[in-house]
């Protein structure tokens, strides 16, 4: 039995509001469950030195955790500098954005999705990675408005989901209790088409076989086509 009493295929309930930072081209509030996220994403008309004058565009991104997203608080880590965590995270959601993106499509511009996590109860990076997507469209939609693109530079969707082994049983989108406790962890990025970007499995303490993979694996795909019905309905014009 899970501690939230969902079945072992039940995503926690999703809800992305946009339009919620005044000033950002693009801008969600992503909840998945007690998990949520504000994810901004912030149009700039130039790219990092090693790109200058190649054609491409960049998608890049920043995360963090407010003090009190947690049981307890946490400093900030403007006041003892970036943790391992917090700049592995931020890559893989930079890495996982750009997989969604044809970079000459969009031209020598710079698009810095921004995901600041408000409250933290498992699946952070995940929730950052659905709704920094969500506020990367809305950023390109207001390109493409403008005319300052040709082509629609987001070539599909891209989510990200948790699964995991917790009390024997392969379990999707895991809460903290779930995590904290779980046997294997796994993170999966996926595009709206089923295409894998990225895929992170770990034992933590009981190691798995292939069989479960799949298990995990079928449950991702199942998980991220829920997503991405999300992404639709939060972007619908």
Request: neutral net charge; proline residues 3%.
């Amino acid at each position: 039995m899970r501690p939230s009493g969902r079945k072992t295929s039940e995503m926690r309930p999703i809800s992305i509001e946009t339009g919620v930072s005044r000033h950002a081209e693009g801008s969600c509030l992503i909840r998945c469950g007690n998990t949520q996220v504000l994810c901004t994403a912030s149009l700039e008309p130039r790219v990092p030195p090693f790109l200058k004058n190649s054609g491409l565009g960049w998608v890049t991104a920043e995360y963090g955790m407010l003090p009190r997203a947690t049981h307890t608080r946490m400093q900030r880590e403007a006041k003892k500098g970036q943790s391992g965590r917090t700049q592995e995270i931020q890559r893989l959601i930079g890495r996982a954005l750009r997989a969604g993106v044809d970079r000459v499509a969009l031209g020598e511009r710079q698009i810095t999705v921004d995901c600041d996590v408000i409250q933290a109860d498992g699946g952070t990076r995940c929730a950052s990675i659905t709704g920094g997507w969500v506020a990367l469209r809305i950023a390109v939609n207001r390109l493409i408005r403008a005319g300052d693109v040709i082509a629609d530079p987001i070539t599909d969707h891209v989510a990200a989901i948790s699964c995991g082994i917790y009390a024997g049983q392969p379990v999707v989108d895991l809460d903290y209790a779930e995590d904290s406790e779980a046997g294997t962890d796994a993170n999966f990025v996926m595009t709206g088409r089923g295409r894998l970007i990225e895929v992170q499995a770990s034992a933590e303490g009981a190691t798995f076989g292939r069989d479960e993979l799949t298990t995990l694996m079928n449950l991702a795909e199942a998980g991220i086509g829920e997503l991405v019905a999300a992404q639709k309905a939060a972007v619908e014009d």
